[in-house]
């Protein structure tokens, strides 16, 4: 059974960057697939942030790009979500998620809150 | 990028069907046969309901099903459950950029 777990900071201050990572087990990255991120403010509807290919390619919203990187380990079967200059317009729910394509999720981490907050 | 367009809601008695639509462009859900459809249950995480618009993942119900025509994508629910009260979003893929799109969502309420 494929589990994502999300890890990282929970309270971040405006301007600094969002760090989080997504720890895989029961599959390995490097098979395939896309690994991507989704965020939902609280209160609001899902927003697709972007995916990397199980081979490096990246995908980002065009919305977030200039301030998103998301970068693979496949050496511990994770994966990570830069999100630079951060303000309060950034608190959400953050999850990770596995894709057999783009648009469609087969499997969600249960989500981490992210508060950017001073 | 603009986000699917869905109604902010839908309603419906035990037993009954409820369809609830996704509204996109050629672009994503017009152009392409990848849309996907989530329940939402509150504090948790999206649920996988409906992929490639119309199949369905092992272990959901036959109640759920998809369908497309033109730029509209549907999710429809029959026989109603109190469980099937949740929020439900669609999403697409949207090829030209190589992006994905979620919907606004639409909150369920089983009357």
């Known amino acids: 059974q494929v589990q994502l777990q999300e890890s990282g900071p929970g309270l971040v201050k405006p301007s600094e960057t969002l760090s989080l990572t997504c720890a895989v087990s029961?599959?390995?990255?490097?098979?395939?697939?896309?690994w991507g991120w989704i965020r939902q403010p609280p209160g609001k509807g899902l927003e697709w942030i972007g995916s990397i290919y199980h081979s490096g390619s990246t995908y980002y919203n065009p919305s977030l790009k200039s301030r998103v990187t998301i970068s693979v380990d496949t050496s511990k079967n994770q994966f990570s979500l830069k999100l630079s200059s951060v303000t309060a317009a950034d608190t959400a729910v953050y999850y990770c998620?596995?894709?057999?394509?783009?648009?469609?999720?087969?499997?969600w981490g249960q989500g981490t809150l992210v508060t950017v907050s001073s | 990028q603009s986000a699917l367009t869905q109604p902010p809601s839908a309603s419906g008695s035990p037993g009954q069907s409820v369809t609830i639509s996704c509204t996109g462009t050629s672009s994503d859900v017009g152009g392409y046969n990848y849309v996907s459809w989530y329940q939402q249950h509150p504090g948790k995480a999206p649920k996988l309901m409906i992929y490639e618009v119309s199949k369905r993942p092992s272990g959901v119900p036959d109640r759920f099903s998809g369908s497309k025509s033109g730029n509209t994508a549907s999710l429809t629910v029959s026989g109603l459950q109190a469980e099937d009260e949740a929020d439900y979003y669609c999403s697409s893929y949207a090829g030209s950029n190589n992006h994905a799109v979620f919907g606004g969502g639409t909150q369920l309420t089983v009357l």
């Open positions: 029961g599959y390995s990255i490097s098979s395939g697939y896309y």
């Open positions: 998620a596995r894709h057999p394509q783009l648009g469609t999720i087969d499997y």
